[in-house]
């Protein structure tokens, strides 16, 4: 969607200055989401996404660059190999449905200013009858009009329906016999989401696309717009009120220009809540065009039988936009009906995955925990405010982030990209140049995207132009160090800065060496001291340890010649990092190592009461995942409730009889002290008594507890 600086500075805020969430974000992460957890519950951390922004499908359009200098404006389809071969299990791709013209109807290049969709009414004039789209050469910032929906009749003749029957052939999938199925009937007429884009493609190339990407077991990914439309559904944005009515599209052909009829038979009225722009960024206001009513019971089966068309002609998930606009009751219900109709629950290659934008507080995101994945803001500001902001890389060994659901990780999307959604805000990635072709920048950008394909949870979500800028190779060799971690099924990371600028990342089966700093940095022997010997094992074994230089293949390992890295205390280099840049390393030999899962439980504590929702039980303890005897800023040390017992509406909730930890995987024989504590708002504010537990890490978990509080 369109961003704008004021609002992601306020996010910022926001994320820096709450206090740590309540206990109820957590709740989900114990049985899943209602969407994109085919596999099995708990957390989902082994996907890895090339959003593939702004680009056709499988023909080249006329569209032309998303921003002046971006050379990158090739169809997906031809990338397939290159994305498959860097380590992508997935692509995301730009809003699939017909939207606002967006080869916009005016010179370019587009203001952004002028082209608000409920302020300049190009295409809908104030008469009832739609002006015709008239096609000038391609604008930049044109994608901007892909993030808004027009609400079409599918069914006012049988071009649509033709256009279904051959996707769904295309898909291996039996034709409908009718669009009923994909949209609501209003008035007599089937309304709803229309398939095929004028900028990235037609359903046939859309389809297309996914059954090239499925042929190399990649799935896609569609970005969905469920919270506004296009500006151009009513005729007078205001208060006063006005006309709301779906349109009748007919594509262009040969010379002739594709047509949009405001079909005013049909009324849409109760669709859409009433025009207001303030509070902005809430459930009820028109940010960035009309909004939609989904709180609506028709509204919602509108967008779940849209979810059907795209799950049924092989979408593997979506990306849901500006997910807070549509707030967390009509989320949940629609998740509720789309989990219900059995939607985006594969567990074959490409396995089913999807998320959320959720650019709102930590407290905010707890309502959305047991519904959908969402990207992981929180965390994005933990690295802006790291690599761009200055602070020590010893912030991100523990960092705020969302550490208990599933979650899409990055470090910018195009919602903060420069020249692609305006300035980005003060202290976020590109702020000091403004310059997506600066190298400091995309340097820094992309030393964020190392840490987040080094550590073992989230999803790694990497936009185009930063894949496109690689050319110091640290995204291919990130990405080849997760996809090697998870073949391992390597433990959850043990951190330590080595300096204020260099930051160990140990996974046992490999690890990391990220220098943010102006100047190399050598490694010398000795410089794990201070790191537990299970997390980097057999350091000065001959031939222990190869460097990472990229994928062979999707699954193999292009790595150097083995090497021997001693630990003596000496000061002997070993290897060095250049200035602004990362190295991976893995085992060479790693059928000697073993790691396990371990989860703490206690039962509820009776002083705890309902009334009191923020309270949580943490398991604190001697390591970093155990937050070094604190309730981490990501609760990943947090004990959850199962989500069953999760209802944010509803009064007199029930506690669980036991509290649960996610699975924690550390490597075996690691030594763990601990003790349980209450905390609240991220303070403890009671320790059990006695003295601290002890557990040595076995394929048998920790005895149970039942703490003396």
Same mark, same amino acid.
């Given at each position: 969607?369109?961003?704008?600086?004021?609002?992601?500075?306020?996010?910022?805020?926001?994320?820096?200055?709450?206090?740590?969430?309540?206990?109820?974000?957590?709740?989900?992460?114990?049985?899943?989401?209602?969407?994109?957890?085919?596999?099995?519950?708990?957390?989902?951390?082994?996907?890895?996404?090339?959003?593939?922004?702004?680009?056709?499908?499988?023909?080249?359009?006329?569209?032309?660059?998303?921003?002046?200098?971006?050379?990158?404006?090739?169809?997906?389809?031809?990338?397939?190999?290159?994305?498959?071969?860097?380590?992508?299990?997935?692509?995301?791709?730009?809003?699939?449905?017909?939207?606002?013209?967006?080869?916009?109807?005016?010179?370019?290049?587009?203001?952004?200013?002028?082209?608000?969709?409920?302020?300049?009414?190009?295409?809908?004039?104030?008469?009832?009858?739609?002006?015709?789209?008239?096609?000038?050469?391609?604008?930049?910032?044109?994608?901007?009009?892909?993030?808004?929906?027009? +609400?079409?009749?599918?069914?006012?003749?049988?071009?649509?329906?033709?256009?279904?029957?051959?996707?769904?052939?295309?898909?291996?999938?039996?034709?409908?016999?009718?669009?009923?199925?994909?949209?609501?009937?209003?008035?007599?007429?089937?309304?709803?989401?229309?398939?095929?884009?004028?900028?990235?493609?037609?359903?046939?190339?859309?389809?297309?696309? +996914?059954?090239?990407?499925?042929?190399?077991?990649?799935?896609?990914?569609?970005?969905?717009?469920?919270?506004?439309?296009?500006?151009?559904?009513?005729?007078?944005?205001?208060?006063?009120?006005?006309?709301?009515?779906?349109?009748?599209?007919?594509?262009?052909?040969?010379?002739?220009?594709?047509?949009?009829?405001?079909?005013?038979?049909?009324?849409?009225?109760?669709?859409?809540?009433?025009?207001?722009?303030?509070?902005?960024?809430?459930?009820?206001?028109?940010?960035?065009?009309?909004?939609?009513?989904?709180?609506?019971?028709?509204?919602?089966?509108?967008?779940?039988?849209?979810?059907?068309?795209?799950?049924?002609?092989?979408?593997?998930?979506?990306?849901?936009?500006?997910?807070?606009?549509?707030?967390?009751?009509?989320?949940?219900?629609?998740?509720?009906?789309?989990?219900?109709?059995?939607?985006?629950?594969?567990?074959?290659?490409?396995?089913?995955?999807?998320?959320?934008?959720?650019?709102?507080?930590?407290?905010?995101?707890?309502?959305?925990?047991?519904?959908?994945?969402?990207?992981?803001?929180?965390?994005?500001?933990?690295?802006?405010?790291?690599?761009?902001?200055?602070?020590?890389?010893?912030?991100?060994?523990?960092?705020?982030?969302?550490?208990?659901?599933?979650?899409?990780?990055?470090?910018?999307?195009?919602?903060?990209?420069?020249?692609?959604?305006?300035?980005?805000?003060?202290?976020?990635?590109?702020?000091?140049?403004?310059?997506?072709?600066?190298?400091?920048?995309? +340097?820094?950008?992309?030393?964020?995207?190392?840490?987040?394909?080094?550590?073992?949870?989230?999803?790694?979500?990497?936009?185009?132009?930063?894949?496109?800028?690689?050319?110091?190779?640290?995204?291919?060799?990130?990405?080849?160090?997760?996809?090697?971690?998870?073949?391992?099924?390597?433990?959850?990371?043990?951190?330590?800065?080595?300096?204020?600028?260099?930051?160990?990342?140990?996974?046992?089966?490999?690890?990391?060496?990220?220098?943010?700093?102006?100047?190399?940095?050598?490694?010398?022997?000795?410089?794990?001291?201070?790191?537990?010997?299970?997390?980097?094992?057999?350091?000065?074994?001959?031939?222990?340890?190869?460097?990472?230089?990229?994928?062979?293949?999707?699954?193999?390992?292009?790595?150097?010649?083995?090497?021997?890295?001693?630990?003596?205390?000496?000061?002997?280099?070993?290897?060095?990092?250049?200035?602004?840049?990362?190295?991976?390393?893995?085992?060479?030999?790693?059928?000697?190592?073993?790691?396990?899962?371990?989860?703490?439980?206690?039962?509820?504590?009776?002083?705890?009461?309902?009334?009191?929702?923020?309270?949580?039980?943490?398991?604190?303890?001697?390591?970093?995942?155990?937050?070094?005897?604190?309730?981490?800023?990501?609760?990943?040390?947090?004990?959850?409730?199962?989500?069953?017992?999760?209802?944010?509406?509803?009064?007199?909730?029930?506690?669980?009889?036991?509290?649960?930890?996610?699975?924690?995987?550390?490597?075996?024989?690691?030594?763990?002290?601990?003790?349980?504590?209450?905390?609240?708002?991220?303070?403890?504010?009671?320790?059990?008594?006695?003295?601290?537990?002890?557990?040595?890490?076995?394929?048998?978990?920790?005895?149970?507890?039942?703490?003396?509080?």
């Amino acid at each position: 969607m369109i961003q704008c600086k004021p609002r992601l500075l306020l996010s910022a805020l926001w994320l820096l200055t709450l206090p740590v969430p309540v206990q109820a974000i957590t709740s989900a992460a114990l049985d899943g989401t209602l969407l994109f957890n085919p596999q099995s519950k708990g957390l989902v951390n082994n996907f890895r996404v090339y959003h593939a922004f702004d680009l056709p499908y499988v023909t080249q359009t006329n569209i032309g660059a998303t921003f002046p200098g971006e050379t990158a404006t090739a169809p997906i389809s031809t990338m397939l190999d290159a994305i498959k071969n860097k380590g992508y299990t997935h692509i995301q791709i730009s809003p699939p449905h017909l939207t606002s013209p967006s080869i916009q109807m005016m010179p370019p290049p587009i203001d952004r200013k002028d082209t608000d969709a409920q302020q300049a009414q190009v295409f809908q004039s104030s008469t009832t009858t739609p002006v015709q789209a008239v096609i000038p050469p391609y604008s930049y910032n044109g994608w901007e009009f892909a993030y808004q929906p027009l +609400i079409c009749v599918l069914d006012s003749n049988s071009v649509y329906l033709n256009e279904l029957k051959a996707g769904f052939v295309a898909a291996g999938k039996p034709e409908p016999s009718s669009v009923a199925a994909y949209g609501v009937t209003v008035n007599g007429k089937t309304v709803g989401y229309r398939l095929g884009s004028d900028r990235y493609g037609s359903m046939a190339d859309l389809v297309s696309l +996914i059954n090239a990407a499925k042929d190399k077991g990649l799935g896609i990914i569609a970005d969905v717009v469920f919270n506004q439309t296009s500006g151009y559904m009513t005729d007078k944005p205001s208060s006063s009120g006005g006309q709301f009515h779906p349109f009748t599209y007919v594509a262009a052909t040969g010379t002739a220009l594709a047509t949009y009829t405001w079909d005013t038979s049909v009324d849409l009225s109760t669709f859409f809540n009433p025009y207001n722009k303030n509070p902005p960024y809430t459930t009820v206001s028109w940010d960035y065009g009309p909004d939609l009513n989904t709180s609506s019971s028709m509204v919602r089966q509108m967008v779940v039988n849209y979810m059907k068309l795209l799950s049924d002609i092989g979408i593997s998930g979506v990306r849901f936009d500006y997910l807070y606009g549509l707030g967390a009751a009509d989320t949940t219900a629609i998740c509720t009906q789309a989990n219900a109709a059995g939607l985006f629950q594969s567990s074959t290659v490409p396995v089913s995955f999807g998320y959320g934008e959720n650019d709102q507080s930590l407290t905010a995101l707890a309502s959305y925990g047991a519904v959908v994945p969402v990207e992981d803001h929180p965390l994005h500001y933990s690295l802006a405010n790291c690599f761009v902001g200055g602070q020590s890389m010893s912030t991100l060994v523990m960092p705020t982030g969302i550490g208990n659901m599933t979650t899409a990780t990055f470090s910018t999307n195009h919602d903060q990209y420069p020249f692609v959604a305006g300035e980005p805000g003060s202290g976020t990635f590109y702020s000091n140049s403004k310059n997506p072709n600066n190298p400091t920048d995309t +340097i820094l950008s992309q030393l964020a995207i190392a840490y987040i394909c080094a550590k073992r949870d989230g999803n790694p979500m990497i936009l185009r132009f930063e894949d496109e800028r690689d050319t110091a190779g640290i995204i291919q060799r990130g990405l080849a160090f997760r996809v090697l971690m998870e073949q391992k099924n390597a433990p959850h990371e043990y951190m330590v800065a080595l300096t204020p600028d260099v930051l160990l990342i140990a996974r046992q089966y490999g690890f990391a060496v990220i220098n943010r700093g102006s100047n190399p940095y050598t490694i010398t022997q000795g410089f794990i001291s201070g790191v537990p010997s299970a997390y980097i094992p057999n350091i000065s074994s001959n031939n222990a340890y190869q460097e990472v230089l990229g994928l062979t293949t999707p699954t193999t390992g292009n790595l150097s010649a083995a090497t021997t890295i001693p630990t003596s205390s000496s000061s002997t280099s070993i290897f060095t990092i250049p200035l602004r840049n990362a190295k991976f390393f893995v085992l060479s030999d790693a059928s000697s190592q073993t790691a396990y899962d371990v989860t703490f439980s206690v039962p509820s504590p009776s002083f705890i009461s309902n009334t009191y929702k923020t309270n949580q039980v943490f398991v604190v303890g001697n390591h970093p995942l155990l937050g070094n005897w604190a309730p981490r800023l990501d609760l990943l040390n947090g004990l959850l409730r199962n989500q069953n017992y999760y209802n944010p509406t509803a009064t007199g909730l029930t506690f669980p009889p036991t509290w649960t930890s996610l699975p924690l995987r550390f490597p075996q024989n690691v030594s763990l002290q601990y003790k349980f504590v209450v905390a609240n708002g991220g303070k403890i504010t009671r320790w059990e008594s006695g003295s601290n537990r002890s557990y040595t890490v076995s394929g048998t978990g920790p005895a149970a507890a039942t703490p003396s509080w």
